[in-house]
């Protein structure tokens, strides 16, 4: 083929690299996205199986963390101030993702307590709904519960307290942890917490998924 | 004329004492249902030239109010009791969500939003405050 236009050759020259950085692109896997509050986890991390409770007292484990996204958050509900402001912010964050519209299904509120000795299912029951009508709250006994929680690297231990009332503390991680719909340990989000940041971080972690799966 | 200002005063949710003690924006967290403990926030300024402590909280509402620190270190949440929170000269110091709070039993007749409680404030200088606190539902 001869170009008498010299603007015609130019472009015939050009065209086959941008065929090539097409293809390049459309090969390459997805970049992570940047993120203002999580933390990916540099490959999802699959959970073994648990057995916990919920708060209605029927067997929660592994398949109800799958088929959605779920943000858990562990603490307990005789914990005044960290406790309920999470779990203030986690609903914040409900609150957001619901105004999406190309959200298809919301991520669940999950409230894993630390506490089974007070923390029983109905207690919970009446506890985590407060903040939202669809959170659920979930234990087990220590040896239920260590199982799931050392995966996450969610750290809880008894603390002593100062009043006859509160009788102990817990002393417990305070991040909120994310898992994929697949049930697998995706990403982490440490304190300080911001419904709008991790809202925002959501869709885009959302996003990665989907374009990486 | 004095009276008009004390009421201004209170309605903007300020009060102050002679000594150079102001509180602000005091709010009590509503308790979610089976919750036993509850948390107070404020804003204590110490405009005063000599510094001053929080050593003591009282309210007829709570049998007891204890001064507490939420500390998260390394990703772990504690909570810590003081006997006394220092309020140095000319400054402020902050009783809010995840750091310094004030807390106390739940009462079995739950308070709920809206309703407004009585603290009274007592200090190292023998000096007192006394604040209503409105209960809130909020992050």
Aim: charged letters at 20%; one cysteine or more.
């Amino acid at each position: 083929m001869i170009f008498h236009d010299p603007r015609k050759l130019r472009l015939a020259r050009i065209i086959p690299w941008l065929i090539v950085a097409a293809l390049l692109l459309a090969c390459a896997p997805p970049q992570p996205p940047h993120l203002q509050q999580g933390t990916l986890l540099p490959k999802a991390k699959p959970v073994a199986g648990f057995n916990l409770i919920n708060d209605k007292g029927e067997s929660f484990t592994l398949k109800d963390l799958q088929g959605h996204w779920t943000f858990a958050f562990f603490g307990y509900t005789h914990c005044p101030d960290v406790c309920p402001t999470s779990l203030s912010m986690l609903a914040r964050v409900m609150a957001k993702l619901k105004q999406q519209e190309n959200l298809p299904r919301l991520p669940r509120g999950l409230f894993v307590s630390v506490d089974p000795a007070r923390d029983t299912p109905a207690v919970m029951a009446k506890y985590v709904k407060y903040f939202d009508a669809d959170f659920v709250g979930v234990t087990g006994e220590p040896e239920q519960l260590q199982p799931l929680t050392r995966q996450l690297g969610i750290l809880y231990a008894k603390a002593a307290g100062d009043s006859g009332d509160a009788g102990y503390h817990i002393d417990h991680s305070a991040a909120i942890v994310l898992f994929d719909p697949r049930g697998r340990f995706y990403a982490l989000f440490n304190v300080p917490h911001d419904a709008d940041k991790i809202a925002s971080d959501f869709m885009l972690i959302r996003n990665y998924y989907e374009a990486s799966e | 004329m004095r009276l008009l200002l004390v009421l201004l005063a209170l309605s903007a949710g300020i009060v102050s004492a002679d000594d150079g003690l102001a509180v602000k924006n005091a709010w009590i967290r509503e308790a979610p249902p089976g919750a036993s403990m509850m948390a107070g926030y404020l804003t204590i300024e110490n405009t005063s030239q000599h510094d001053n402590a929080l050593v003591a909280v009282s309210s007829p509402v709570f049998s007891h109010v204890m001064i507490h620190r939420s500390e998260t270190v390394d990703g772990i949440a504690r909570m810590h009791h003081l006997e006394r929170l220092p309020l140095p000269a000319g400054g402020s110091v902050d009783l809010a969500p995840g750091g310094y709070h004030l807390m106390m039993p739940t009462p079995a007749a739950q308070p709920t939003a809206g309703e407004r409680i009585p603290l009274t404030l007592h200090f190292a200088d023998q000096s007192e405050l006394q604040v209503m606190a409105p209960v809130k539902k909020k992050p």
